[in-house]
């Protein structure tokens, strides 16, 4: 009996189904990919030829940024004596070789030279002490030079 039922209502609803979206399938498969997008296909075509000069531009692009940045990682392997990286050689060889750092990051590479040039001067170092009055320090080294010149002229020698 279950048998029966399920033979005559699995067939029904088989076909019930079949009806309604089944027909709409099998068209869409006979449709090619400019119909399914609703172009011509010289249009299609235009829009395919368009996707893939976009996509060369945009890997164009991808890898002068990488070859920046491995120039900018190159320059301070340089700066700081590390090791060479050849993935770092490969992708500035890979961009057309000769990379030229951006604006910006040419930029900041320039002053964070300043800063440490800076710092490794004597004022620099005196900076770095804490608790030290660099202005009092200075009054006192003008003061000296002052008695120094005045010493200078009373001497009769000179």
Do not use: W
């Amino acid at each position: 009996m279950a048998f029966m039922v399920k033979t005559m209502v699995g067939g029904q609803l088989k076909n019930l189904a079949g009806g309604l979206g089944g027909g709409e399938e099998k068209g869409e498969g006979d449709k090619s990919a400019a119909e399914a997008q609703g172009m011509t296909r010289e249009e299609y075509e235009e829009y395919q030829k368009q996707l893939v000069e976009e996509k060369m531009e945009r890997d164009a692009q991808f890898t002068q940024r990488k070859a920046e940045r491995a120039t900018l990682r190159s320059h301070f392997r340089d700066k700081y004596r590390l090791p060479k990286n050849e993935t770092d050689d490969n992708q500035i060889q890979m961009a057309g070789g000769d990379v030229e750092l951006p604006k910006e990051l040419a930029k900041m590479i320039e002053e964070d030279n300043e800063e440490e040039e800076e710092k490794a001067s004597v004022i620099g170092q005196l900076t770095s002490i804490p608790n030290l009055d660099l202005g009092s320090i200075k009054d006192k080294a003008q003061a000296t030079l002052g008695e120094l010149k005045q010493s200078a002229e009373k001497c009769h020698i000179m």
